[in-house]
Structure formats: structure tokens, C-alpha cells
């Protein structure tokens, strides 16, 4: 199944959340990044950006709510080598009362392309009852900012369409 993927200045129209080089510590045996780090560098972007809706330390520690991650599916489109830079472009999808879907985007920065596409669904938990809870307010309409800039995008998201939001 062939997916249309956004352009790279598509992708920068998103601020990165994380930029960063390939480390040694990163390269496998194959002599690229592991896919661990891909992993690694689309969370970390994700949680940025979600920390800038007040979803950080002090909120699991003062609400006792935080998101755990449900599922998520990787594509890789190009290898990331040693010194290579990247940025990461994260974007928050949709959400529901208790659930967020979103997608980070790996650019290689030196060539200009697509290295990675992370899509992550999440969801909303009391920490003391280990179990799904709404969001509050206030987090509700930080996410529904971030869906609505989304949503001014005049590109798709390349979502796998086998997870997302439940209606």
C-alpha cells in the first residue's frame, strides 16, 4: 500500500520538538541508527510537546493523572548514520474524553528528508487507580489548540488507519 508522505518543508510548517545528532551510542551493527533511538527521539518529542499543555512532572504530582502509551507504529523511510542531524515534528492528531492520537515525523536535516514516522496513541490515567480517567478541562483545551493548529495543515497525516481515536 503506497502512503503519501508530507514533503519535508510540509513537515517544518510543525516547530520541532527535539533536535539532535546521531550519536556513536546510537549505530548498530548494520552502521545506523537503531531502531530503538527512533523510537526513543518520537517520545521524547511527543512528551515535549505535550508538556507544553501542562501534562509534566507537577501535574502526575499534583493531580495524580498522567498518559500511558497504548499503542504505537513505527516507518522508517530512511536510515539516520553517525553526526547525522534530525529534527523532530510532532503533531497532535485527535482526542477524545480520556484518549490523545498523535504522530512525530524524524527529518534527517542534512538531506533533507523523512528518516521516521512514529504514530502513538495514548491514554489518560489516574495514577492512583491505574486506570483510565477523563482529562480535565484545562488539558481537554491545550490538546484542542494543538488539534485545531493540526488541522490548519493543508496535508493528511500518514496514519497506519489501524488505531486512533474510538467514536
Do not use: C
Not at 527535539?18 to 550519536?23: E, G, H, R, Y
Not at 518520537?42 to 501535574?59: E, F, H, K, P, Q
Not at 515525523?105 to 495514577?127: C, K, M, P, W, Y
Request: no cysteine; aromatic share 4%; glycine share 6%.
Amino acid at each position: 500500500m503506497a502512503i503519501d508522505l508530507p514533503t519535508v518543508a510540509q513537515l517544518r510548517e510543525i516547530p520541532a520538538t527535539l533536535t539532535a545528532d546521531v550519536t556513536e551510542r546510537e549505530i548498530d551493527a548494520n552502521g545506523h541508527m537503531n531502531v530503538v533511538y527512533y523510537l526513543r527521539h518520537g517520545i521524547v518529542a511527543a512528551d515535549a510537546l505535550l508538556r507544553t499543555t501542562g501534562l509534566d512532572d507537577r501535574y502526575r504530582a499534583e493531580r495524580g493523572f498522567g498518559l500511558f502509551t497504548t499503542e504505537h507504529h513505527l516507518r522508517y523511510h530512511s536510515e539516520l548514520r553517525l553526526g547525522d542531524s534530525l529534527a523532530v515534528h510532532t503533531r497532535v492528531l485527535e482526542r477524545s474524553a480520556k484518549a490523545v492520537h498523535m504522530m512525530t515525523f524524524l527529518v534527517d536535516q542534512g538531506r533533507d528528508r523523512l528518516a521516521n514516522t512514529l504514530e502513538i496513541l495514548l491514554v489518560h490515567v489516574d495514577l492512583h487507580e491505574r486506570r483510565s480517567a477523563p482529562m480535565p478541562h484545562d488539558l481537554a483545551a491545550a490538546l484542542d489548540e494543538l488539534i485545531a493548529v493540526s488541522g490548519k495543515l493543508e496535508w493528511d497525516a500518514p496514519v497506519t488507519g489501524v488505531m486512533g481515536i474510538r467514536r
